[in-house]
């Protein structure tokens, strides 16, 4: 006897669905898709790597770890408070999307947000935990998915992300769930990475012109060289169109150290067009 088989895909996961004639489930089986199983393999490479760990010559979890990453941290992206502005978060609930070692996570806790963050690595999750116990400070820190955030509409009055939307394989859900979560009147600070940057085209002379592949994309080469499998880069419009709806929308590029290893200080002239980093902000409307 043939049974009726349907395919439902909700969210990220596809459900084969086997029924009887008189439409009784006889079956359920639910089949990852392409987009999780890359998801798996961000989570593993971050597992194994939590991003700036590399800075952290101590033992790992110590006092001085955390400040030795925190201090090339800001060494390296001097720029990150003036963007992130931690004080004006005071009092604020704040959240923010993939916190790795919590370095800014600490910077809203410290100037006295209610602080809450998520992560999709329990290694970054634990390692953070243990950061707010040796500062004796405040914060709900959780695994959890940027694309299906684990808070009610409107919970929070200050979203952040910085350099973790462009991992996920659905970006453009995981904006939306920033937004989702976002309160009237509350800021958003979104940093991601840009196609057209000096960066960008480094990876791409390497792995695309002097590999014999001239036609190879910008996005291909970012997506299999450029940290966890599948990273994206994006463009103005494509930024302007995921955040429509913001007041106040600005979208900054800003040149980085990882541009100017490429092109010296001309990159650093020419960072605003041609920057590493995209940087939006802006309010949601009350
Ligand atoms: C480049 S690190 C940035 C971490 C931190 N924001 C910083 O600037 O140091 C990327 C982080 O994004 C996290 N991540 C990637 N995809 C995610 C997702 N779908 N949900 C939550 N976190 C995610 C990774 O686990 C990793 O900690």
New binding site residues.
Partial sequence: MKHAITTVTSGSTRRSIRAGRDGTILSLSTTPTAADEL?SR??KF??DE???SVHGEAPEGTREYFDQIEQR?YELEPFIPEYARFQDAAGKTVL??????G??FVQFARAGAKVSG????EH?VQLVRTRLELEGLEGDVRV????SLPFEDRSFEKVY?????H??PRTEK?VAEALRVLAPGGDLCV?LYSRHSWLTYKVWVRHGLLAGHPGRSLSSVLAAHV??EGTRGFTKAELRKMFRGLDDLTIEKVATPYDRHFLGPVAGLSGRWLGWFSVIRGRKPT
Avoid: Q
Wanted: glycine fraction near 16%.
């Fill in positions: 998801k961000v989570r971050w597992e939590p991003c700036g941290r923010e999307i993939g916190v790795g070692l370095t800014d998520i992560d999709l690595t970054g959890g998915d940027a694309e992300s910085w350099g973790v939307l991992h996920t995981a940093m940290e966890s």
